[in-house]
Nanobody, 120 residues
Framework: QVQLVESGGALVQPGRSLRLSCAAS???????????MSWHRQPPEKERELVAL????????NYSDSVKGRFTISRDNSQNTVYLQMNNLKPEDTAVYSC??????????WGQGTQVTVSS
């Protein structure tokens, strides 16, 4: 069973940066490099939304319009980890951030999430 553990969430002031990590383990059928990884967030009292996605090719990335130019998704296949570098954070970035893994057979795994709060 694939397990995803996020870390790096914190309370920060507007304009500051954070880097989230999602460590993956428990691979049996496919190795980490075969999974499409993504970060999602759920702001208070709102639905979860896609923030950024990275394909099996490390240069295949996609971002929501609200974070484009500020956030960067990356992966380290040797460490089974995906990162989300968040710069110039805004109060509207406040949310629980979760990572998701999708296997080549479309099986989906979610982490438990990490809280990011942007406030002065």
């Amino acid at each position: 069973q694939v397990q995803l553990v996020e870390s790096g969430g914190a309370l920060v002031q507007p304009g500051r940066s954070l880097r989230l990590s999602c460590a993956a383990s428990g691979f049996t059928e496919f190795t980490f490099s075969y999974y499409v990884m993504s970060w999602h967030r759920q702001p208070p009292e709102k639905e979860r939304e896609l923030v950024a996605l990275i394909g099996t090719a490390e240069d295949a990335t996609n971002y929501s319009d609200s974070v484009k130019g500020r956030f960067t998704i990356s992966r380290d296949n040797s460490q089974n980890t995906v990162y989300l570098q968040m710069n110039n954070l805004k109060p509207e970035d406040t949310a629980v951030y979760s990572c998701r893994a999708v296997s080549p057979t479309s099986t989906i795994y979610w982490g438990q999430g990490t809280q990011v709060t942007v406030s002065s």
